[in-house]
């Protein structure tokens, strides 16, 4: 891709599944990663999968003051920032009536007030300094309704709302986009997964596979690439079709 050659570029939850395979994506493109993540040994795992990691920094993105720690820290490593892959996230499958609102808080916490929080950071070194690119983690979830996903359904809603409002804020300066992941198998989604939810979702796909964790990783390097220097306050579905067509399209 164009234009990533050293770039510095912070991924969050970057110590595995999605994140994990950005970073190496990133690297293998030439630029300056640094990952943050809450899992000590995640992140030293990391560390030692991927030897060209500039740093690992520890903090929960739920937590304003840890991620204004982080930043201080990012600043120190970097001196700036011009890529956010802002992917950090959790889910609970829990029927609605189940959730309690301490599950609630918990996961819009990370998923919706941590992307928040991490992109007013990123941002304002951005407009700092020569400008940059926000991408934030979306979900099919939030586009259509899931079963047992109510809470973390309502914060990617939320995501994708907030970062068309960023693009229109930050632009010229930050290009900000979302990307909207359907059924990735990252070792999150295998905790949750029986292997018959599995095929089940497979057959709902039209192309009957479900998604691998570079596949996400390589959207996020061409929308952070000068490839995609027209591209702000979008969207991007990755999900192999899945939610193409409605009602009247399932066989």
């Known amino acids: 891709m164009r234009g990533l050659l050293d770039k510095r570029v912070l991924i969050t939850g970057g110590a595995g599944g999605i994140g994990l395979a950005t970073a190496k994506r990133f690297l293998e493109e030439g630029s300056r990663v640094a990952i943050l993540d809450r899992d000590a040994a995640a992140c030293r795992s990391a560390q030692q999968q991927l030897p ?16 204004a720690r982080a930043f201080q820290e990012l600043d120190g490593l970097f001196g700036g920032l011009d890529v956010l892959i802002n992917n950090a996230g959790i889910s609970i499958r829990q029927p609605f009536l189940s959730i309690t609102p301490e599950q609630w808080r918990t996961v819009t916490g990370v998923n919706l007030d941590g992307v928040f929080l991490v992109a007013q950071q990123a941002a304002r070194r951005m407009l700092a300094g020569n400008g940059g690119v926000i991408l934030n983690m979306g979900s099919t979830n939030g586009l259509v309704g899931y079963h047992y996903y109510a809470d973390y359904n309502a914060g990617k809603a939320g995501v994708i709302e907030l970062s068309r409002s960023m693009a229109l804020e930050l632009g010229p300066t930050i290009r900000v986009n979302a990307v909207c992941p359907g059924f990735i198998m990252t070792p999150m989604q295998e905790a949750e997964y029986t292997p018959e939810m599995r095929r089940s979702f497979e057959n709902k796909i039209p192309l009957r596979k479900l998604g691998k964790p570079e596949d996400v990783a390589a959207l996020f390097a061409f929308l952070a690439s000068d490839e995609a220097a027209f591209i702000s306050g979008q969207y991007f579905v990755i999900d192999g079709g899945e939610i193409a067509g409605g009602l009247a399209s399932q066989a």
């Open 52 to 67: 060209g990691l500039q740093g690992t920094i520890l903090a929960d993105v739920s937590d304003d003051k840890a991620v």
